[in-house]
């Protein structure tokens, strides 16, 4: 961003200079307008890469089950589905309970959306592309997630139904118990790399396939990869952690109150962070953007490694039954945090020698 | 030591078993879908099917041991006799009762009814389900005199 | 300070409510409109009363005034899953009554429709606990499977779900060679789908752990309730009909009867073991099959000149046959006319259900769909 902030300038003068308008911006407003700008793109990839993924997911869904996804909507593919469901979700009416709690429950599917939205900053997608290069990037990205635990809490309170509260109590127990696992297992890939910045994580690992941290050391790095994606399977609450979204066994999630524009948001906020904390891993365990012989690099390595990693994702949801809550406990702190930090400390003897 | 054994076991059942459930549904993914795209392709019903019944009105005697063969009193027939003469008024089947038992076209002495391959007779009306198989015929004051029109 | 007594005072003051909660006639989980009240204190139920009647049809009393033989599409709909094997069970009590014998290719042929009924019907029993439990893949695939069942049960009869194959005096139509060919093919592609579903779902650590230990049923309370079929051998007790009391030609054939083990590591009685011996009982289904299709001998498939059924006065017979959920029975007493004076149906599901409060107790909210759902109930026959 701040390069963009730099340009800007330069930007804006050639469009005059092309068009002949007269666009004038004051000095002090270009890192402002940058920043809009950065902001904006910033949400409207996350729309549409969620829209996409949906529709992605709808379609894999359909093939797992020997099925067709969506055909109908867009030509053969049905790829105008999520789109159309987009539309019918924001015309939909806006309800909300009589007995609710009207500023909560206006307020909680936002924090749920920021803390995604936010972690895209310090996101990089190649060598140049990123909004900011913090130098506590990971870091910060682990400490906005959490804020979509206030989301949770405030929508299960705030519909004035016992279900969604109980519903939204089993959510953010299950979200808290799997951060902690989330971010130990980051330790030892930053006690490789000395530094907390993504950037230099990434370019830590450059230099051919057996570079990436996943292979460099694979026993203590590779189980940290193995208990990040599960950790970060659970705090999404995807499956085979989805009992807080699928309560509709016996009783509906902390959403059940939600229609329209509002569960869109809850929705946006999933298939965002499911494409946020793959490429997470992908930059962080293996190698980010670069390629799999020396000297290779590019976003397109790093796209493919994150589609990648969501297919997993959605390969596991489709064929892998529910746990229940207390199981989802008894792993979280059980089996993921006493492995990972055998993990941790194996690593620091790895690297510290 | 038993649980400790039991712990790591527990772990690794439960990798494994995941692993072998998702190479199945990795297999299924790449074989051939078994959809029918059905309101484009419409099936292709079997010889037997009991679908809507189809009539053959000239071989109808009228003897009613169709219309009391149904549990649910959907066929009413109407008939016209004039000694050896039978002329077939009106047969009407009401598919809003019909239950496609096919009970009715076994007894048939003549043959004439059947059960046939469509299905697809859904319609906007209740009166649009009570499907009319006789021809319409136009019948003299005599003959309007003779009609026994039935359910049994 | 003891702290035992100071917990023991906390649990005095603090009174937790008990919390009455409505699974609705709708729900999600759904095996019909059963309507289960569920008395909870926080996460552990301590009651649950199956509330049935939603979809009561009034069959028995209409029995009473359509003459036997109209009668068989109505029993076609009461287990609607199932079809063949109530239609056959009916047509047995009325033979019984009325002193029919029925040609012996006709029995070969009402077994082997019952057995490819058995098996669609344990596939829907497997892929909706599949979907009870979370996993959606399973379902389809045995819908898959099913597709197969029903596509040969078509060709059959011409219909897919509500048969009345089965009349009284023998069936309604021969098999075509067409038909056999299938047949062999599907008896030879089976037993692979069913290693598939076992990998898939059966052997799952995560399935076993949500049925494991859950809901367990003892067997004397299973016998004192009446629990027969899956859910009586799931607690192993060795009891079949077609083994104990051999109706039709099932003594001339060879099958074993799966009971509940521990192999899991688990008690006799839970879920998993109900749910497993369906699997192995769709093994057992295939056996006979082979042998079915091996010994039919060729004759005529329906008693000559039978016309209608009109037994005589004061005649009553109670038939019973192993359906695929349990013990279906039929009771017919007759008064000399065409139309029987009263029809009685004895339901499995019916009694299955009612044994719902007593493996309920002590068990988690989350478990209670997997206990109705290994149950494999069916509310059209529960309520007829």
Redesign the interface.
Known sequence: MNELALNLPVWIDQVNAHTGLRISVPAHLIPILAMFLCASIVAAAMGLSAAVLVWAERK?A???????GP?YVGGKFGWLQSIADGIKLFLKEDLIPSDADRPLFRIAPYPVVLGVLLAFIAFPISEKLMVADLNVGIFFILAVLTVEVFGVILAGWASNNKWALIGAMRAVAQMVSYEIPMGLAILPVIMEAQSLSLKSIVNAQSGGILQWYVFQSPVFIGISFLIFFIAALASLKRAPFDLPEAESELTAGFHTEYSGMRFSFFFMAEYAGMILVSGLAALLYLGGWHGIFQGQAGPEWFLLKTSFLVFVMI??R???PRLRIDQVVYLGWK?LTPFVLVCVVGQSFLAYK | MSSVTAYFS??Y??L???L???S???R??F?R???E?YPDVKPM??T???GVHVFEEEKCIGCYVCAK???VECIEIGVVRKGKEIKITRFDIDYQKC?????CC?PCPAHCIH?GPEFEKASFTRKGTILRFATPKSLTEEEKKVEKVAKK | MNIASSAARIEQDVKTDELVINMGPQHPSTHGVLRVILKVDGEICLDAQPDIGYLHRCAEKIAEN?IY??????TDRMDYVSGMGCNLGYCMAVETVAGIQIPPRAEYLRVIVTELNRIASHLLAFGTYGLDTGAI?PFL?GF?ER?LVLDLL??????RL?Y?YIRIGGV??DVTPDFMSKLKEFIDLFPKKIR?YN???T????FMKRTTGVGVLPPDVAIAYGVTGPSLRGSGVKRDVRRDDPYSIYDKLEFDVPVGTTQHGGPIGDCWNRYHVRMRELEECVKILQQCVQMMPPGPIMVEKLGRVKPAAKAEAYTRMENARGELAFYVVSDGTMTPARVKVRAPSFSNISVLPEIVRGQMIADVVAIIGSLDIVLGEIDR
């Open positions: 894999l359909g093939h797992f089950q020997c099925r067709l055909v390969w596991i489709w064929t892998l089996v | 527990d772990i059942r439960g494994s078993t995941a072998v459930g998702m199945i549904t990795l299924y993914l074989s879908p078994v959809t795209m019903t079997p037997r099917y009991r063969a149904c549990p239950m496609f038992c096919d009970l076994e059960m | 359509l033989g109209m009668f068989v599409p109505y893949t695939y898959r597709e078509e060709m059959l009869c011409g219909a509500t009345s309604d139509g598939e990998k898939l779902l052997f799952n650590h995560i």
